[in-house]
C-alpha cells in the first residue's frame, strides 16, 4: 500500500504528507487528469503485452 501511494503521488493523483490534521495523509488532488491520463495510457499499452513478459521484466528489474 505504501508503495502504492507513493507511486500515485509521482503520478500526481494524490498528494501525501506526514503529521496529523485535515492536510495530511492522502489527499487526492482536485484535477488529477494529467496523472490518470498517463497511467490510462500505460493501461491500454501493457494490455497488448502477455502476463508472462510484463512479469518476467518485472523480475529483471
Known amino acids: 500500500m505504501r508503495e502504492a501511494i507513493r507511486i500515485l503521488d509521482a503520478m500526481g493523483v494524490l498528494r501525501s504528507s506526514v503529521g496529523s490534521g ?18 490510462l495510457r500505460l493501461h491500454v499499452a501493457s ?15
Not at 23 to 36: D, H, K, W
Not at 47 to 61: E, F
Open 22 to 39: 485535515p492536510t495530511s495523509g492522502a489527499i487526492v488532488i482536485s484535477e488529477p487528469s494529467a496523472g490518470l491520463s498517463s497511467a
Open 47 to 61: 494490455s497488448r503485452l502477455p502476463v508472462a513478459d510484463i512479469v518476467q521484466t518485472r523480475i529483471l528489474l
